[in-house]
């Protein structure tokens, strides 16, 4: 330093008191932010002031010690790698936290789990009234009071899995609402990171930091990272040949190198997910085509694919359509466009290009909602598989519609064919000169009328390819003009209540449930938990329950063999596989094998299983990110006690600057003053 008398000294003094005072104000306002959200704890950045020439009047006695201290900058205390494993550890918690929430409303509606402890519910009391119901027909045989009491209980038992279907799509159409309102405040987010990139920019290129803006936009990243896994990086972007400002880059992490960004600086994208969208290529990009051509066969066994690469030739599917059961929700990623709507370019020259982001590129909440709405378990088709390997054991609301629908057609054709009319299959044989048709437990019988009339149509089917069962059936839609009249006199001479011997109609049976309650079909459609309901024939008397086993030509018999049956369905163990109810599964083995109840106590079972491990993981996750954040404030929270330690030494510091600044006046009065005398 120079001699006193440059007063190099006082300068020296003056920038301890600006540095003392700086410090004081920053630490006044780390204390004021204590409680502000997203607030990050700031640091007066302070460097030795040296001069690096020598005093014109500098002599051996002189040292050369500095001129002070400046206060260069502001910085924020973060500690970047707590950052990355704190957005990760929040990816899962918000992964688990909207699969848990889904679930739980599943438990609510399926309640024969309750809160996932495995309490009987409502179709389970049911199951049991109904099988009391059946106990008392078997003692009462042939009695319309106690059919309709089954009846009646068979319909509430119907009604409760019509509630449950309707309402498992109530849930289905509100997570699709809430994964859509999920995307849109993505797009809000990412919108705006984007824009405050913008204005810290500006802000750098003039030499600010623009901490309150880069806690802002970190607060928004946090946020982010719970939607999906990102991956934050920084680095340097050139301004000029002299100048650069640091930029922030943010992607879809475990997306490659180079990864699907959402973020590069000034330019952003917008997650899309359409209404409508062409269907993807599974194969992608090893067959080099994105989408699956219009010209493919999707029913052969294995489909059969042709591959393009213009989306306006793909086969268009259901991707975000409301109602519809078929719903892909695909994503994608438009290209990354400045605040202006400019589209970034390369290096190169070349503009950024819309993304589709494939069915296993996110994690987060986004990707647990996907999978919810989407996944259908065991009952996960090829395709399916072929766009997630794992499809087969994500079990979302589809996969319990499913086990629903299992259950009660199962239950529906197994009590439909226990009440089939007697003659189940025709088959004529002459003995002894008498045409006889058989019955369907090997034993025959003798129209005493018209039994060539019945084996004439019986020909006529047969030789056309047709089942034997249309000679019982009310239907004749699908059978060609020719044979309807036929088959319908032969129904109405041998299946009526006029028939010959045969006991009157009730005796003869028929369908029990159909697939509306408007008729009696139970094959098209096919019966669901939807629309299972008692056939119309039942609900108006013209059929009732069959109480024997085989004729007895009595059309009041006590016979109670066929109830009896019907109560030993009840507890017989069944098989179930994903093709009964899902014509493309791609597993064809049972996956449960039990009775009605058993099945749906698998169901329940199933459910609360999952709903328990999603909860012990979400708690796990929630704990360790819990943790995480608190070591992270424990670098970038302000502390009380810390502030107000910094608060004493900034102060005696500044009251030690100002001690010099007198000293040294005091020193040269006493030099200047001093000697003159």
Request: aromatic share 8%.
């Amino acid at each position: 330093m120079a001699v006193i008398g440059t007063f190099g000294s006082f300068t020296a003094a003056r920038l301890g008191i600006y540095a003392s005072q700086a410090s004081l104000n920053l630490t006044g306002n780390n204390i004021a932010n204590i409680n502000t959200k997203g607030y990050t704890r700031q640091r007066l950045d302070l460097v030795s002031l040296h001069s690096g020439g020598n005093a014109r009047y500098a002599n051996s006695y002189n040292l050369d010690i500095g001129y002070g201290v400046l206060a260069d900058s502001t910085s924020q205390l973060r500690d970047p790698f707590m950052d990355i494993r704190y957005r990760n550890e929040q990816s899962s918690v918000g992964a688990y936290e909207a699969k848990l929430d889904g679930l739980k409303q599943l438990t609510n509606i399926l309640d024969e789990v309750g809160d996932g402890e495995g309490d009987f519910g409502i179709i389970e009391a049911q199951f049991n009234d109904l099988l009391d119901q059946l106990e008392i027909l078997s003692r009462n045989a042939n009695d319309d009071t106690m059919d309709t009491n089954v009846r009646s209980s068979a319909e509430s038992l119907v009604r409760h899995f019509n509630d449950y279907a309707n309402a498992l799509v109530t849930a289905k159409d509100t997570l699709t609402d809430k994964l859509k309102d999920d995307v849109k405040s993505v797009n809000t987010i990412l919108t705006q990171i984007r824009d405050l990139n913008v204005e810290i920019r500006e802000a750098g290129i003039f030499g600010d930091n623009a901490l309150e803006l880069r806690d802002h936009r970190n607060l928004l990243i946090d946020e982010l990272s719970t939607y999906m896994k990102i991956d934050v990086r920084y680095d340097m972007e050139k301004i000029d040949e002299f100048s650069s400002v640091e930029r922030l880059n943010i992607s879809i992490a475990g997306t490659g190198n180079p990864p699907t960004m959402l973020i590069q600086g000034i330019y952003g994208t917008q997650v899309t997910m359409p209404e409508k969208s062409p269907m993807r290529n599974p194969e992608y990009p090893d067959v080099g085509a994105k989408y699956i051509d219009k010209a493919s066969t999707l029913d052969k066994k294995p489909p059969v694919y042709v591959y393009t690469n213009d989306p306006q030739d793909a086969i268009e599917v259901n991707n975000a359509v409301k109602g519809a059961e078929d719903n892909r929700l695909w994503m994608g990623l438009e290209a990354l466009v400045d605040r202006n709507g400019r589209i970034m370019k390369e290096a190169d020259g070349t503009e950024s290009q819309p993304v589709d982001l494939s069915d296993t590129v996110l994690y987060g909440s986004l990707q647990s909602l996907r999978e919810l709405i989407t996944r259908e378990g065991e009952f996960s088709s090829e395709l399916d598989i072929a766009y997630d390997e794992k499809a087969s054991i994500k079990r979302g609301i589809p996969y319990y519609q499913h086990a629903l629908d299992a259950l009660a057609r199962k239950f529906a054709e197994t009590m439909n064919e226990a009440n089939e009319p007697m003659f189940d299959g025709y088959e004529t044989e002459i003995v002894n000169g008498v045409e006889l048709f058989k019955i369907k437990d090997g034993t025959t019988c003798n129209l005493t009328d018209g039994q060539g009339d019945a084996a004439t149509v019986w020909g006529k089917l047969d030789a056309a390819g047709y089942d034997i069962s249309y000679l019982r059936r009310v239907d004749l839609s699908d059978l060609p003009e020719d044979l309807r009249a036929e088959v319908k006199a032969v129904q109405e001479k041998h299946l009526s209540p006029k028939g010959q011997g045969h006991g009157v109609e009730k005796m003869a049976g028929g369908n029990l449930f159909s697939n509306t309650g408007d008729g009696d079909d139970a094959d098209n459609p096919l019966i669901t938990a939807a629309n299972i309901s008692i056939s119309k024939k039942w609900s108006t008397g013209e059929v009732r329950i069959r109480c024997f086993r085989e004729n007895n030509g009595l059309s009041h018999s006590t016979d109670n063999s066929n109830v009896n049956h019907m109560i030993t369905l009840m507890g017989q163990k069944l098989e179930y596989k994903p093709t009964d109810v899902v014509d493309d599964a791609a597993s064809n083995t049972k996956y449960y094998s039990g009775t009605f109840q058993e099945m749906l106590n698998n169901t329940n079972h199933t459910l609360a299983s999952d709903y328990k491990i999603t909860k012990s993981m979400y708690d796990n996750y929630t704990t360790s990110a819990l943790a995480l954040d608190n070591d992270r404030q424990s670098v970038s929270g302000v502390d009380l006690n810390e502030e107000a330690t910094s608060m004493m030494v900034y102060q005696k510091s500044y009251a030690a600057a100002c001690q010099l600044m007198t000293t040294l006046d005091s020193m040269l009065d006493k030099l200047i003053n001093g000697t003159i005398r």
